[in-house]
């Protein structure tokens, strides 16, 4: 068990850039904290407009109150669309446009707020306090953010805010589904590092597997299952989970420990209701429902006699791969933008998976080790749903809010491996030539049978 509390965690994963602030009553640090990082100069308060209450009000006004002092803070509106607020790069601009010559931004919001946060200060080159309203993802805690490119959801280096704030009053008072999205999020845990390790392994990612990225979130996330606990007590499980996990993120300069086949589910799921220009639920929510599919696939992965009994000479690139990331896309993006976007990333993976001969003869030599350790972090989809249900989240596609409907899911599923140039469980089938449909309706069965799936 890990004995290192999250604020220490925080200074040794960010190297001393992120101090962290996690508890009751956090926003009484925020006033000393502004004058701190800026004893002078304007303050940008940038938000989102979506009134967030607390038990002395308005947050805004609290925050408001909090920081201005002798100085009349600007407040900074995010532009909100139909959908909410979407990080591209018109967003991106009006924001820097409109803190342009503050000495310090404060960032009051969710996770799209803060990720806005984290590159508009890198950008303009001024402190960064995070004020945290929701324990709806991991991303606060790590100097990463996701942004829309061409259409298609990238995470990019930003920076660590130079404080993050985040007050469990606060939190508590957020919409119920932004928590439950936190505990989708927080439940990749059972499925993203298998596939981590197993790039690793396979010598498809250039860093090198590391528990140190892995183990403190293993050793918090099982308390979320356990429903006998009073609220305040669940909800700092929680937040702690997310907290580490964005540090952990954040240390390893990479999300691939946290980030496996569930989160390319949501991001796929992200990207076809951006191009229909419809809504979708959030990230969490998605990634929750996801997770179960992804243990139910790793579960078919793992069996005996599976995907690790074939050789290497089995797994062989697809003649038509091109063709497949391509059509996978049309429906999306007609004009074949992003089309041509996701297969310049396959094509990086394929080629690094051809160069990488050596490392995937020596894992198959010692496969009896990697499964053992690859049982270990992934393969029980009852594990994520248990917690899902613990926090009455979502489980099923049916109860994201849309609904995903059984062919966009099914659809999803398919399109995840032809997305982006980490590998995954999902490309060893794709090159095992087993990624149809007679191993979809396996996945979904698997899930179905713990409570998870489709749905209907
Ligand atoms: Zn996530």
């Not at 990331?325 to 998976?353: F, N, T, Y």
């Amino acid at each position: 068990m890990s004995l290192v509390s999250p604020a220490e965690l925080a200074r040794s994963s960010s190297g001393g850039a992120l101090r962290l602030f996690s508890e009751p009553g956090a926003l009484r640090h925020l006033g000393r904290l502004v004058d701190e990082l800026a004893p002078s100069g304007e303050v940008a308060i940038v938000g989102d407009g979506a009134q967030k209450v607390v038990d002395d009000g308005d947050l805004d006004a609290v925050v408001e109150a909090a920081v201005s002092g002798a100085r009349t803070p600007r407040h900074v509106r995010v532009p909100v669309g139909a959908h909410g607020v979407t990080l591209d790069e018109r967003t991106v601009e009006a924001v820097a446009a409109g803190a342009a010559g503050a000495a310090i931004i404060v960032t009051v919001g969710s996770g799209t707020v803060s990720d806005l946060g984290k590159v508009v200060a890198a950008d303009l080159g001024v402190p960064l306090i995070s004020v945290q309203t929701a324990a709806s993802v991991n991303g606060y805690a790590d100097p990463l953010s996701v942004v829309v490119r061409n259409g298609a959801k990238r995470t990019v280096p930003s920076r660590w805010p130079d404080a993050l704030v985040i007050d469990h009053d606060v939190v508590a008072r957020a919409p119920l589904a932004l928590t439950r999205a936190g505990v989708g999020d927080a439940v990749a845990i059972w499925s993203a590092p298998a596939d981590w390790y197993l790039a690793c392994a396979l010598g498809m990612d250039s860093s090198l597997y590391d528990g140190r990225f892995v183990d403190p979130v293993r050793d918090l996330a099982p308390a979320l299952a356990d429903a006998g606990r009073d609220d305040a007590d669940r909800l700092g499980v929680l937040v702690d989970t997310l907290t580490v996990g964005g540090l952990v993120i954040g240390d390893a300069g990479t999300t691939a420990p946290l980030s496996g086949v569930e989160h390319l589910m949501s991001h796929v799921l992200d990207m076809s209701a951006l191009a229909e220009g419809v809504a979708h639920d959030l990230h969490g929510a998605q990634v929750g429902v996801a997770s179960v599919l992804a243990a139910s696939l790793w579960d078919i992965a793992l069996e005996e006699g599976g995907l690790f009994a074939l050789e290497p000479a089995d797994l062989v690139v697809p003649t038509d791969v091109e063709k497949r990331v391509r059509q996978v896309w049309h429906p999306v993006d007609p004009s074949g933008v992003l089309g041509k976007e996701c297969w310049r990333a396959v094509q990086a993976k394929m080629r690094r998976w051809v160069s990488a001969t050596s490392q995937i003869v020596s894992f198959f030599s010692h496969r009896r080790r990697h499964v053992e350790t690859l049982r270990a972090l992934a393969g029980d989809p009852a594990v994520p749903l248990a917690a899902l249900r613990a926090w009455n989240a979502p489980t099923t596609f049916a109860e994201l809010t849309p609904p995903v409907s059984p062919d966009r899911a099914r659809w999803a599923l398919g399109a995840l491996p032809f997305m982006r140039d980490r590998l995954s469980i999902a490309d060893l089938f794709v090159l095992a030539g087993r990624w149809d449909d007679e191993l979809f309706d396996r996945v979904f069965a698997r899930a179905a049978a713990v409570g998870g799936g489709f749905g209907i």
